[in-house]
């Protein structure tokens, strides 16, 4: 790692850790870590992922290609099904600090990893993946509940083509948004999805997750 790239770093750590940072800034760290990672972990795949936005290769396009082939009666049976969260918001947050570890920065704590976690997810919104039953699957969706914040891929299930949905990476809603306002306000346990264009910021400490634009 270059000095300059150091530097570039350092300062994408230090603004993320500000407390006032937007996910563009998630976009820069993720770009900059990803070819310091070893293959196959979780922030060289989000950094490769998030650089190339059509993907017909890595983790998340095999685990994607995987349940559909499933949901299709297209995998063997006594094949192990696919783990779905792909990689779990521990993992991800390893990962990372890993990568600082291993290259001179100071690691971050839960939260900061879980607010980079929840830009992750918004930032892969309507990202593509080819797999191998032909037409690509477009338009990954941001869901929320009470308690976490979720990626959610899609697929069909012959013979009608139903549509479902499920989740391929979760991370903890710490009152990003549902803030109840009574303690005896009901919960919403699954995942509700945005109908249109996220955006992840924190801005003086409060972090927020939001639609942004309409669908």
Known sequence: ???????LIEEALATITSGSFS?????????????????????????DFVAHREKDRGILQEFLNRVQLRFHDREP????????????????????????????FATVDREVANRIIVSIISLLQYVQVETELGSPVRGFAVGISTSQVALLGHGTVPPRL?????PL??????????????????KVDLFMPFDGLVQTYSSKGEFRI???RAA
């Open 162 to 166: 139903h549509v479902f949905q499920f």
């Open 23 to 47: 996910e563009q800034d998630v976009l820069a760290l993720l770009i900059l870590l990803r070819r310091h990672c070893p293959p196959r972990t979780p922030v060289r795949e989000f950094g």
């Open 1 to 7: 790692m270059d000095t300059k790239e150091h530097w």
């Open 77 to 104: 049976a006594d094949v192990e099904p696919p783990r779905l969260p792909v990689f779990t918001a521990e993992e991800i947050e390893q990962s990372l600090n890993d990568v600082l570890e291993r290259n001179g």
């Open 210 to 212: 939001e639609q942004c």
């Open 169 to 186: 990476l979760i991370a903890n809603n710490n009152g990003y948004e549902f803030s109840l306002a009574h303690p005896d306000a009901p």
